[in-house]
Structure formats: C-alpha cells, structure tokens
C-alpha cells in the first residue's frame, strides 16, 4: 500500500515561497501520476497542479508562480511555491494514482492513495 507523506508547510508572509515535498515510503513515483490538491475552511477542495510521465498541469490561479517536479531520489515529488498571495492559504494534500499515461489534472476520484496533508498559511 503506497503511503504519502507531506512536508513543508508553515508560515509564510505574502510574496514568499515554500517547497512542500511529497515522499513515498517503499516505492518510487515514476509510474504514478501525482496530484497536489488543497482546501481552505469552508471551500471546496482544489487541483492544484499535476505530474505524470506525459503531462504537467496547473488550475490557472497558480499558474506561472508553483513548479512541479520528481526529485531525483525517485520517490518525492515537489511543489515550488513562489510569490505566494493570502489565498494560497490551505491545507495541501499531495495524492497518486498508478497510471503510466495519466492525463492530467484528471479527477480526484482517481487517485487512490492521499497524505495526511500540511498546513501553508499565507499572512503578515
């Protein structure tokens, strides 16, 4: 059963950045697409990026300021965050679906494994 962990989260004041990371305990990623989602109280989660061995995937209200990326290690998978604004706050989720020719952003109902989530509060 593949296990997700998320770290990375914190604090941070408006126009910084964090790199949240996403590792694998016992498995490498290279097969599997995986998505970040978040969700702020009382909304609906969100898509936030996606990777998978064909596609990369940003929803538009983070586009050109995260980054998405497989670290070398093979079993992480990262999620640049740069310039962040107060609306980025949330809790982030990083999840995987086993899928070599995932199209991304896909649905969140594909994914099967999910982490436990971390904190990113955007404030000054």
């Known amino acids: 059963q593949l296990q997700l962990v998320e770290s990375g989260g914190g604090l941070v004041q408006p126009g910084g950045s964090l790199r949240l990371s996403c590792a694998a305990s016992?498995?490498?990623?290279?097969?599997?697409?995986i998505g970040w989602f978040r969700q702020a109280p009382g909304k609906e989660r969100e898509g936030v990026s996606c990777?998978?061995?064909?596609?990369?995937y940003y929803a538009d209200s983070v586009k050109g300021r995260f980054t998405i990326s497989r670290g070398n290690a093979r079993n992480t998978v990262y999620l640049q965050m740069s310039s962040l604004k107060p609306e980025d706050t949330a809790v982030y989720y990083c999840a995987a679906v086993r899928s070599v020719y995932y199209v991304c952003p896909g649905r969140p109902s594909d994914f099967v494994s999910w982490g436990q989530g971390t904190q990113v509060t955007v404030s000054s």
């Open positions: 990777i998978s061995t064909i596609t990369t």
């Open positions: 016992g498995f490498t990623l290279d097969y599997y697409a």
